[in-house]
């Protein structure tokens, strides 16, 4: 990828949804594929996108890329989901969230857009999710992603 560093800072969180009394409603499959168009409001200014990625405000991965608005991730994590209702897991109730900066060694990074995805037991294949800032409605890059969803049966 032209020389760029990419650098995985993975984590799991299994309890994300539920804690761990619950009982598993299934595994989150994810993809982060690529980014495109990622760059500050000045496009003279490299950018080091970092992606983090929130499961009901729980932050379960997170992935970076050095030197380039159109980064390749080519990431693929797992997520544990629980429920605390075996009748009616609620899997709409849950939402898994982008959070794109401007990655700085140094200093604070710099917010760059936000994204979500609600889940559901469709299948989502490299679907383009498009970064926002605030209540803005200009776009600030896409994500590309894929996200399936395995159920676990339940036994009583």
Sequence with gaps: QNGSEVVHRPTFASEASCNKD???LGVLYVHLHRGVGIAHENP???VDPLVKIYLNEQEVYESKVSKTKDP???ERFQILLRTKDSTYPELANQTLRFDVFDYDKF???DFMGQTSATLSTD???NKALYLRKGASNVGH???YVSVVFKPVPFYK
């Design 141 to 143: 890059g896409t994500l």
């Design 123 to 125: 299948v989502v294949v």
């Design 107 to 109: 200093t604070e990074n």
């Design 44 to 46: 003279v200014e490299d």
């Design 22 to 24: 619950c009982p598993q």
């Design 72 to 74: 390749i991730f080519d």
